[in-house]
């Protein structure tokens, strides 16, 4: 009986580790912390030219506390946002990239005369 026990709170125990592997993704829809460090380095990072520092404390991913970060949630829901349009059209899905050309700030349109 207590061994009983012992193997399925060691099992419940992984179950709930694999879980919280991920604490805070509100809008992405990954289930595994690589694809999300995937998506982070291939797309998020270059295509801003930042390091994963300009939106995350570094000794905790899942942290709301540095305001690049909550801008880039609101992004990627624009940009989610948009692939359901650009989807419609059958045309290519769009990323960061389309705007921001792997800058901090995209360019804003030349002042109007
Ligand atoms: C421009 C901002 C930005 C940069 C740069 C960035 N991230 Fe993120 N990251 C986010 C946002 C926003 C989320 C939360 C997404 C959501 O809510 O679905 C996130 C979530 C994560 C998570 C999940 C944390 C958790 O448990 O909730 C990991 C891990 C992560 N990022 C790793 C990285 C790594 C590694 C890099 C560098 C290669 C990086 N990120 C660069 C914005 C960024
Ligand atoms: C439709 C164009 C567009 C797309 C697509 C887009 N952005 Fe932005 N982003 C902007 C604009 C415009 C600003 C504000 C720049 C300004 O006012 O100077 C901005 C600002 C930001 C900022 C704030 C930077 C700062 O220094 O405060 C972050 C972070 C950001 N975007 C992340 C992202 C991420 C991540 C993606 C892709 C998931 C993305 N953006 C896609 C247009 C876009």
Same mark, same amino acid.
């Given at each position: 009986?207590?061994? $009983? *026990?012992?193997? $399925?709170?060691?099992? &419940?125990?992984?179950? %709930?580790?694999?879980? &919280?592997?991920?604490?805070?993704?509100?809008?992405?829809?990954?289930?595994?912390?690589r694809e999300v *460090? !995937? %998506? /982070?380095? #291939? *797309? *998020?990072?270059?295509?801003?030219?930042v390091k994963c520092? %300009?939106?995350?404390? /570094?000794?905790?991913? #899942?942290?709301? +506390?540095k305001d690049h970060? !909550?801008?880039?949630?609101?992004?990627?829901?624009?940009?989610?946002?948009?692939?359901?349009? /650009?989807?419609?059209?059958?045309?290519?899905?769009?990323?960061?990239?389309?705007?921001?050309?792997?800058? +901090?700030?995209?360019?804003?349109?030349? !002042? !109007?005369?």
């Open positions: 009986m207590k061994r $009983i *026990v012992l193997i $399925i709170s060691l099992i &419940s125990g992984f179950l %709930f580790g694999q879980q &919280s592997e991920l604490k805070n993704l509100k809008v992405l829809p990954y289930k595994t912390k *460090v !995937k %998506f /982070m380095k #291939s *797309v *998020v990072a270059p295509e801003l030219g520092s %300009f939106c995350h404390n /570094m000794t905790d991913y #899942s942290s709301d +506390e970060k !909550k801008v880039a949630r609101q992004m990627i829901a624009m940009v989610q946002q948009s692939n359901k349009t /650009m989807n419609d059209l059958n045309f290519h899905e769009i990323s960061c990239w389309v705007c921001h050309r792997g800058n +901090e700030h995209p360019e804003h349109p030349p !002042k !109007k005369k």
